[in-house]
């Protein structure tokens, strides 16, 4: 059979959301965002949510989140985009109000905001990129740096009694009341980016079911550019290094008990 | 017994050359062009077409959503 009569409308079985648009996205070759961006996309097309999401963009790598996905966005202060989402979801509480957050805006400069509107329990869930490392301004040793990787401001390799401990935010926030649902995946096979799609439905299900309770989903991810290696040994990289300290899984889920 | 059959289009111009879909692929259908595209990229290409099961693994991994997957059953 020729591959021309296999491509044909009727056998389709994957292709990009159609509320991602064609703009080409700024980020490096093999970057985790484009695949978290396009699972969002997809997950808010499947739940008929177009018109009513709002995403809120960080500053970092995923500053320009906006220009890429077709639906409302919203451009936070640098790590106040909790803060941002609590008052978007207060005044409009039947939109999905979903925050997009690197950790250098998550767990560095907006770790007050964040801690503060998971613990009041807010409706709306947090996709929290984390490779580790300060990307966009070059590779700078971030809180989620790990023990002895080397960065542009720790070329030796972070030094806990200089740099102090990485820092395990989700791990933090399971611990208070207000959270429902912590999970941290990664998006580095095709299985893992289908269990992080599934984990972000949870997340964005929840947050429209009306019952509160803030939600984060943790996306382990690569910096290629900042880690300085190809995609591909990123991602060997990231499941040696990164998955011990940061293991993969359900941290809490209040409806299931856990 | 029926045969499953697959085949992708590769968005050429959008494709960055990262190989994450060359490494996801369980079949080893795709490499890398030797030509570039307008942003100077290697893009992927399907080499060996006939192995292609239709999976998606590629699509599903692609950070740009550059590939559209499609497949078919051949009695």
Redesign the interface.
Known sequence: ?A?E????PE???????DI?N?N??H?????????IH?LIAEVIEEMGLVENAIGITPVGCAVFAYNYIDIDWEEAAHGRAPAMATAIKRLRPNKLVFTYQGDGDLAAIGTAETIHACNRGESIAIIFVNNGIYGMTGGQMAPTTLEGMKTATCPYGRDVKLNGYPLKITNLLKELDGMRYVTRQS????AA??KTKKAIRKAFENCMDGKGGANIVEVVSTC?SGWKM???KS?KWMEENMFPAYPLGDLKDKDANI | MAKI???I?VNQE?C?????CV??CPTNVLAMSKQVNA?G?NFAV?EN?DACI????C??????????????K?D
């Open positions: 059979m591959i009569d296999i491509i044909k056998n389709l079985v994957y292709k990009k959301p991602m064609d080409s996205m980020y490096c070759p093999g970057c985790s965002h484009g695949v396009k998006v580095h096979t095709a980016v289908r290629s190809t995609p591909e991602n | 059959k697959g085949a289009v959008r960055k050359g990262c190989r994450l490494v996801a942003k990229y399907m077409e239709g999976c998606a693994s699509g599903i991994v692609c950070p740009d959503g550059c590939i559209t997957v499609y497949k078919t051949i």
